[in-house]
T-cell receptor
Framework: KAGVTQTPRYLIKTRGQQVTLSCSPI?????VSWYQQTPGQGLQFLFE???????NKGNFPGRFSGRQFSNSRSEMNVSTLELGDSALYLC?????????????FGPGTRLTVL | AQKVTQAQTEISVVEKEDVTLDCVYE???????LFWYKQPPSGELVFLIR??????QNEISGRYSWNFQKSTSSFNFTITASQVVDSAVYFC?????????????FGRGTQLTVWP
């Protein structure tokens, strides 16, 4: 079974631009969660999607948004990039996102904002 | 509120030494789940183990073992006879009840370096 895939793996953008990251979950998994990892803040939860609906959201500004498609693939978008958005963005999938599920992570997208 | 504390920021050991990574958690939920993940330099978080709050049995998997103690809210991870390939950042994580759908609360991680 293929694991979680994320594209692209690396991105370099400039301040003010926007970016879209993609995540394909493990086959059969319907929940996708996104996390931001930085040296200063560690791993922080962005949002979770299940069946194309956002069910949970972390404490991030509205510049961070996401969506999920009918095939469970998910995208996250960051508009008006700031230097502080430079981070490793990790996507995780699980069967249903319930408390009993285990989340499996992708390799991440490393975003650098110049 | 959910919180995970990994007090050890960095640990260095020499190959074949045993090493224990500490994890202390806080939650008001009666049902919760604890996890350990490994993050090698490649960046991907690799799942190691999941325990629920009702199962306090210790678990051993090869050179890895986990000690879960509700009385001290701890879920420690021991690597026996460490190897260079064990070098990575290790994260402890917590998931609570229904209001935290799809969300893990992570500790800050412990960077383990195993020297040959």
């Amino acid at each position: 079974k293929a694991g979680v895939t994320q594209t692209p793996r690396y991105l370099i953008k400039t301040r003010g631009q926007q970016v879209t990251l993609s995540c394909s979950p493990i086959s059969g998994h319907r929940s996708v969660s996104w996390y931001q990892q930085t040296p200063g803040q560690g791993l922080q939860f962005l949002f979770e999607y299940f069946s194309e609906t956002q069910r949970n959201k972390g404490n991030f500004p509205g510049r961070f948004s996401g969506r999920q498609f009918s095939n469970s693939r998910s995208e996250m978008n960051v508009s008006t990039l700031e230097l502080g958005d430079s981070a490793l963005y990790l996507c995780a999938s699980s069967f249903s996102g319930s408390e009993t599920d285990t989340q499996y992570f992708g390799p991440g997208t490393r975003l650098t904002v110049l | 509120a959910q919180k995970v504390t990994q007090a050890q920021t960095e640990i260095s050991v020499v190959e074949k030494e045993d090493v224990t990574l500490d994890c202390v958690y806080e939650t008001r939920d009666t049902t919760y789940y604890l996890f350990w993940y490994k993050q090698p330099p490649s960046g991907e978080l690799v799942f190691l183990i999941r325990r629920n709050s009702f199962d306090e049995q210790n678990e051993i998997s090869g050179r890895y073992s986990w000690n879960f103690q509700k009385s001290t809210s701890s879920f420690n991870f021991t690597i026996t006879a460490s190897q260079v390939v064990d070098s990575a950042v290790y994260f402890c994580a917590l998931r609570g009840g229904g209001s935290t759908l799809g969300r893990l609360y992570f500790g800050r991680g412990t960077q383990l370096t195993v020297w040959p």
